[in-house]
């Protein structure tokens, strides 16, 4: 029965708990967990804060929160009854006894009065006893007085519960400080060891303020009349931490810590030094070197220290062992500690990065955003360390001190430190946060101020001409920050420590300003021969201010090659001899060393751009002329009806090959012996992909591929600069190569392919890049005839390759079609004057039909007559125009200038290099080459991308290529009268 009553009412209630069920599932669906935020410091006075909770709670009866607040004790008056549970249970003390017992858990008759905490209390000189020596509580506490004369020289020790013996600065015959003795720290100091008036103030520069530090008020005096009347080893270092907490700094006021530090410093002068080091005295810390003029020089520049680094071999040797000797702000040492174990490094980085700080010859640089409100917890009091570079040894370890320059120390009010070498004051003990110097009512209160060690950095100058991996003493140099707090959960201070290399470059700038000034000088004699060879082409005898721009112009080239030729070898020289040295005798110059090198790229690159734009501009301006060698095949004739009268015509000849060859022209403007997609393509493969780039960080590592757990440094410019050029000019070298030899021989020669193209064209080409100088080349058909069908072209090139026919060259039995010529100035007077009635007419806008060929026809008479006239200048037609055929001279080659001038006859000279390439790209490798090398650097040295700079340097081909080509369309249809419609 029971059970089918149980059945029933679970059948009963089956819908409403599933129902209930169902909305419970929603319910822990969309919950999120979600909590207040609340501290120890919101509770209320009754409450304490539930650590597993996290949320406050309130106290029991007859009980008030802990000075923690984390936990509830009993109220005045009530004692604490021991329980199995969280909470306590408090109860109130009996008439007859009414003092709680020191540990709260008893009550007792008291001999004299209570305390405001409900405590017995003794006067002074006495000990509390409350116990029995077996622990029971006694029925009334008595008051036990320390004997404080001899031979106890007992005092109630700092609890209160047991006498122990007084401080040895004590009187002998009494524990008791009297008058005219001071009563401080602790001490009893003698009168006139030291005038009580010293100046407990912490001077914070950065903020222009000054702060009473409750630490210095309550210890400066007593450490350093301690440190002074008793010599007293932890007073002394107690004080020279106040000291380094303010900076170093001495001013007027020499009652300040520093100024009190120097005065006993000078008192000690007397006794011996400290382990042989003259500004280490005896009993105090060694906090500075001295005020000597010069004294720093000294010290960093005079002593190698006596280590060998190299890089690689049996001995190579690049670890940096550095030791600390850390003191707490008390003054006690705590230990000896090796630097980079998380102590100078304040950013939290792994372990394996923050080793790579100590191997030699790596540049490391670490900065971080640190939280203040961390900062509180993890350095709630400065530790003060002493830094040493260890030397090793055989029988016993030798330390060397390392110098320390603190930025922020002030000299009378001056950052002596933040001048030239000559007026620095070296120091030695640092700190990194200081937590406790700007905490000015007590020493609980919140600080108003903190400062921080905000930059750390080691620096090592190589020797001179060493050749063994010698140093200088490491430069230690640390800036401090001083931050005003204000709100804690929001406020950051940015650090950073950084390890440096320095070389002495005055040697290495002095060769490069030479070598820079001597090639300077010969880039001025070539550009004024330039000038000359420029002169003489133009057939202008006078220097005008035309002749100044161009010589300006021609010079800004040549030494943009002098610019880069110097920073392509000094990159290369660092690339090579900095990553491949074994014993260390380089090492790379530093960012603001490298500045002069980046302004000798920036000049490469704007007067390359300039001889860039100068040589773009004048190619596609140059005068060029299509001579058509095509005559009618019969003398047959056809009748024309014009005005009403007939009129006899001979046949025209097509004018399909002149477009055709200006066509296969348009084409050729732009080819380069290169290609610039596949020279970007490589040069980033090998920069980025097979890591290139790695070899351009400043360590001495040659390695392409580097671990990603391991420390990145920061990049060279000199040796970023060094990587790229070289890739660029060795792949670009190669291509050339590759064109040269492979692909021009067998694949494809679009220049000879032109100048064969001509040859079947029955076409001359005429381009004349300077007012009396060019080049031509002769394409005349040695068939007579090159308007015909396909059946007679073949026959006629068959027979061509079978030398049943004359050679195509301009002189007989002869194969050389292209020329440079130097033309007389009558000659190109006479091109000039049929010229300008070319361009006096606008061409047509469309194809021309018969209503406009009246109009037109002066204008293409005029061009039948140029066509004629250079037809006939060939044909040695006009003896007053005439012309020689000659070789150049070898020098006259080298130098680019002709020796001889056309006065009487023009000069045609045999040039079977192609030389008219050069008012192409094709021509002017060398110079895109540089120019596209040196905008790559540019870009990357600007962004450190290669990736942006790759991009970009495409975008800039892909500009320049396409105005080259719409110009150079422009000008063609201009001088040559093809309408640019026929140009595909």
Not at 168 to 195: D, Y
Not at 397 to 406: A, E, G, N
Request: net charge neutral; hydrophobic share 40%; glycine share 6%.
């Amino acid at each position: 029965m029971a059970t089918g009553t149980l059945r029933l009412a679970t059948v009963s209630h089956k819908v409403p708990l599933a129902l209930f069920l169902l909305l419970y599932i929603d319910v822990l669906r969309g919950q999120q967990y979600i909590i207040p935020l609340k501290t120890p410091l919101d509770c209320e006075p009754g409450e304490f804060f539930d650590i597993s909770s996290l949320s406050c709670a309130s106290c029991g009866a007859n009980q008030r929160r802990s000075t923690t607040g984390l936990s509830c004790i009993c109220q005045n008056g009530y004692q604490t009854l021991t329980t199995d549970k969280v909470s306590i249970d408090c109860q109130q003390c009996p008439a007859d006894k009414p003092g709680v017992t020191r540990d709260g858990f008893g009550c007792i008759r008291c001999p004299g009065s209570l305390s405001e905490d409900g405590k017995c209390q003794c006067p002074d000189g006495n000990v509390l006893v409350e116990r029995d020596i077996n622990g029971t509580f006694l029925e009334e506490a008595r008051c036990d007085a320390c004997i404080g004369a001899s031979p106890a020289f007992s005092v109630p020790n700092s609890s209160g519960n047991s006498c122990e013996r007084c401080q040895a600065s004590f009187i002998a015959t009494s524990c008791t400080c009297k008058s005219p003795n001071i009563l401080s720290g602790g001490l009893c100091i003698p009168p006139g060891s030291l005038s009580t008036n010293v100046n407990p103030s912490v001077n914070f520069a950065q903020l222009k303020s000054s702060v009473l530090s409750a630490w210095f008020v309550e210890n400066l005096y007593s450490s350093s009349a301690a440190c002074l009347a008793f010599s007293n080893l932890t007073a002394c270092q107690a004080l020279g931490n106040m000291c380094v907490m303010n900076m170093h700094s001495f001013s007027s006021v020499s009652t300040d810590a520093c100024g009190l530090f120097n005065t006993i410093f000078r008192s000690r002068a007397a006794l011996s030094s400290t382990q042989d080091i003259s500004y280490w005295r005896a009993t105090l810390p060694w906090l500075f070197y001295g005020d000597e003029p010069g004294l720093a020089s000294r010290v960093l520049q005079t002593d190698p220290v006596p280590i060998n680094f190299s890089f690689r071999g049996g001995k190579k040797n690049t670890d940096i062992t550095l030791l600390a000797a850390v003191y707490n702000v008390r003054g006690e040492f705590l230990r000896w500690e090796s630097v980079g174990e998380n102590n100078l490094q304040l950013c939290p980085k792994p372990a394996s990065k923050q080793a790579a700080a100590f191997s030699f010859g790596t540049a490391y640089q670490e900065s971080c955003d640190l939280s203040v409100e961390e900062l509180f917890g993890t350095h709630p009091e400065p530790l003060f360390y002493d830094v040493f570079l260890d030397l090793g040894g055989e029988e016993t370890r030798k330390l060397l001190p390392l110098p320390t320059l603190v930025t922020n120390q002030q000299y009378s009010g001056r950052f002596i430190n933040q001048e030239s070498i000559k007026n620095w004051y070296l120091s030695r003990r640092i700190l990194l946060v200081d937590m406790l110097s700007g905490r000015e009512k007590s020493l609980s209160s919140r600080p108003k101020v903190i400062r921080v060690a905000s930059s750390i950095k080691i620096k090592f100058q190589l020797v001179p001409r060493t050749q063994e991996g010698q140093v200088f003493p490491p430069l230690m140099t640390v800036t401090y920050t001083d931050v005003p707090i204000t709100d804690l959960k929001t406020q950051t201070v940015s650090t950073t420590f950084a390890v440096e290399y320095k070389m002495e470059q005055k040697e290495a700038q002095i060769k490069t300003d030479t070598a820079l000034g001597v090639m300077g000088g010969v880039a001025v004699l070539y550009a004024l021969l330039k000038t000359v060879s420029w002169k003489r082409r133009i057939a202008s005898p006078l220097i005008d201010a035309t002749t100044m721009l161009k010589f300006l112009l021609f010079y800004a080239g040549d030494l943009a090659n002098v610019f880069f030729a110097v920073t392509v070898g000094t990159g290369l020289y660092w690339l090579i001899f900095y990553k491949a040295q074994k014993f260390v005798s380089v090492l790379l110059p530093l960012p603001a060393q490298e500045e002069r090198f980046v302004t000798y790229i920036g000049s490469a690159f704007a007067l390359k751009a300039i001889q860039f734009l100068h040589k773009f501009f004048l190619q596609v301006s140059i005068d060029m002329f299509l001579i058509d060698w095509e005559r009618p095949r019969s003398k047959s004739t056809r009748t024309v009806h014009a005005a009403g009268e007939s009129k006899r015509e001979i046949p025209p000849v097509s004018i399909w090959r002149t477009y055709f060859v200006a066509n296969e022209w348009n084409e050729i403007q732009t080819i380069r012996k290169i290609s610039p997609s596949f020279q970007i393509m490589a040069v980033l493969f090998f920069l980025e992909v097979l890591g290139f780039s790695n070899l351009a960080l400043r360590d001495p590592l040659a390695t392409l591929q580097r671990p990603s757990q391991a420390y990145t440094p920061s990049y060279s410019l000199i040796l970023r600069y060094g990587v790229a050029t070289s890739l660029w000019l060795c792949i670009g070298a190669l291509q050339v190569i590759f064109f040269t030899v492979f692909h021009e021989h067998f694949v494809e020669d679009k220049i000879r392919q032109f100048v064969d193209l001509c040859s079947i064209s029955n076409i001359s080409v005429l381009l004349l890049s300077h007012r009396c100088y060019g080049y031509y080349i002769h394409g005349r058909s040695v068939h007579g005839h090159a308007d015909t069908n396909m059946e007679e072209m073949n026959n006629n090139l068959k027979r061509e390759a079978e030398s049943l026919c004359g050679q195509r060259g301009l002189l007989p039995n002869t194969e050389i079609q292209t020329f440079q010529v130097s033309l007389t100035n009558r000659l190109r007077s006479q091109y000039d004057s049929i010229r300008d009635s070319l361009i006096r007419r606008n061409r047509p806008s469309r194809l021309i039909d018969a209503s406009t060929a009246s109009v037109s026809e002066p204008h293409y008479r005029a061009y039948h007559t140029m066509n004629h006239f250079l037809g006939s200048i060939i044909d040695h037609a006009h003896p007053d125009m005439d012309y020689i055929v000659k070789d150049k001279l070898m020098f006259e080659r080298l130098i680019g200038m002709e020796f001889l001038e056309p006065s009487d006859r023009s000069i045609f000279y045999n040039d079977e290099a192609h030389s008219f390439s050069d008012v192409l790209f094709y021509g002017n490798e060398a110079t895109l080459l540089i120019f596209d090398t040196l905008f790559f650097c540019v870009v990357d040295l600007g962004s450190q991308s290669f990736v942006l700079a790759a991009v970009l340097t495409y975008v800039q081909q892909m500009i320049f290529r396409i105005l080259r080509n719409s110009l150079g369309r422009k000008n063609l249809v201009s001088k040559t009268l093809v309408d640019e419609r026929f140009l595909i």
